[in-house]
Nanobody, 121 residues
Framework: QVRLVESGGGLVQPGGSLRLSCAAS????????MGWYRRAPGNERELVAA???????NYADSVKGRFTISRDDAKKTVYLQMNSLNPEDTAVYLC???????????????WGRGTQVTVSS
């Protein structure tokens, strides 16, 4: 079994910063790509940022220059540093990861349950 658990969400004022963490655990052999998505009421889930096993990153236009995705393979954790937050960033943030388990050789995408980020004064 593979589990992804997000943490670090909460309430922050506009212009503030927040760092999200997502730790993977279970019978993991290796992890390829990892990413952060978000969904807000009335909106579809959208990609916020993604990072490959080699460290290449991709960001949504709306967060470029403000958010930074990183990973620590030793800790099996992906991070999302969020700066200059605005109310439009309010959403449930979910992480995902492409994981090869001990049992299987193929990659499978796993999802966390999400953490709420609310930007409000």
């Amino acid at each position: 079994q593979v589990r992804l658990v997000e943490s670090g969400g909460g309430l922050v004022q506009p212009g503030g910063s927040l760092r999200l963490s997502c730790a993977a655990s279970g019978s993991i052999f290796s992890i390829n790509g990892m990413g952060w998505y978000r969904r807000a009421p009335g909106n579809e889930r959208e990609l916020v940022a993604a990072i490959t096993s080699g460290g290449s990153t991709n960001y949504a236009d709306s967060v470029k220059g403000r958010f930074t995705i990183s990973r620590d393979d030793a800790k099996k954790t992906v991070y999302l540093q969020m700066n200059s937050l605005n109310p439009e960033d309010t959403a449930v943030y979910l992480c995902n990861a492409d994981v090869k388990t001990v049992m299987y050789t193929t990659m499978r995408t796993y999802w966390g349950r999400g953490t709420q980020v609310t930007v409000s004064s």
